[in-house]
């Protein structure tokens, strides 16, 4: 439920507010309904794409893309798929840093072998007796 819709509908009358909170639940199935599922924005925007590619065969696919991500009535999509791009783009470079991080780590377990390990006179602990 829309916690601000309930705050809005205090003090009015009961049976007004159960109204519009019916209507507003009915309004929102229908809404859900109708949206078709998207995996991710930039399904929506190949949609898109290919809704205006049907209108106006004139256009290429790039072109056709260009005009739907830069039209104004598509700025919220616009806003969105940059956000999932970024957040793919900063994983992506929180995994490899990571990665690096575990490759660092296991080089300088690797280099603490016995055999490399130096003794206080610099040669090999193996050596020094």
Known sequence: MNATLVK?????PKKLQDHVL??????????????????????????????LLRSRPEFTEAQAFDKVYLDPANRELMMREKEERLATISGRARR????AAARRAARSRSRQSPLTTRSSRGWPARFAK
């Not at 809005?8 to 009015?12: F, H, M, Q, R």
């Not at 507003?24 to 809704?51: C, F, G, I, N, T």
């Open 8 to 12: 809005a509908l205090e003090g009015l």
């Open 22 to 51: 019916a209507r507003y639940e009915k309004a929102a199935a229908e809404q859900r309904a109708e949206a078709p599922a998207y995996e991710s924005v930039l399904e929506e925007l190949y949609a898109k794409r290919d809704e």
């Open 96 to 99: 490899a840093r990571a990665a």
